[in-house]
Structure formats: C-alpha cells, structure tokens
C-alpha cells in the first residue's frame, strides 16, 4: 500500500488549500484514514480522521472549524480541506491509512504517506 500526499505549499495567513491523498494497491474502502502534521522542532500530532465510509469524523481542537477531512473511495482519495489558515498550521503533513476503523492515534495506523509541507505566512 502506498500513499501520495500532495497539495501543500506557501500561502498567506487566512488563506486556503486543499491537501490530497491517494492510495495505491490494497482495498481503500476498508481503511479508516487520518491526517497528522509535524511542526519544526515538534512532536507529530493528530489533525483529523475519517471512517471507511465518509460519515464519521474527528478533528483536532487546534482545527475545528477550520478544516474537513473527505473522501472519495471511488478515487481511493482523502484531503484535508484547510481554510483559515494560521501561521501556527505551518508543517509537514502527512497522510495515514489504519486497517481497520478511524482513529486519533497515531499507533493504530499501518501506513504512512511521505508528506508535504505547509507554510503559511503572517
């Protein structure tokens, strides 16, 4: 199982963008998949997580009301939908896929995209 993640970039505080995430190989409907990001100098930490079928999520405190996470199990596609951008959102973010349900933790999930980074700008 592989995951792509794309989509990042510099953009303005207040801005938008849209991360993606497609997963090659392995059934996609059957992965509960979640974002997380890492900051420099900072631990990895959970931003958000959607269930096999789209109509669960959880998000992180930092990003309610800010972000939505969605698939498409079609296009075996995740992304992180990010509007109002912070400078505090500046990070690598990363893409996961857990086989089996959704979930805040970073031990439940079995594969990793490789990332892209997100800087935004005060």
């Known amino acids: 199982v592989q995951l792509q993640a794309s989509g990042g970039g510099l953009v303005q505080a207040g801005g938008s963008l849209r991360l993606s995430c497609v997963v090659s190989e392995g059934t996609f409907r059957r992965y509960g998949m979640g974002w997380f990001r890492q900051a420099p100098g900072k631990e990895r930490e959970f931003v958000a997580t959607?269930?096999?079928?789209?109509?669960?999520?959880i998000y992180a405190d930092s990003v309610k009301g800010r972000f939505t996470i969605s698939r498409d199990n079609d296009e075996s596609t995740v992304y992180l939908q990010m509007n109002s951008l912070k400078p505090e959102d500046t990070a690598v973010y990363y893409c996961?896929?857990?086989?089996?349900?959704?979930?805040?933790?970073?031990?439940?999930?079995?594969?990793w995209g490789q990332g892209t980074e997100v800087t935004v700008s005060s």
């Open positions: 959607i269930s096999r079928s789209g109509l669960s999520t």
């Open positions: 996961a896929a857990n086989d089996g349900a959704y979930s805040t933790a970073q031990r439940s999930y079995d594969y």
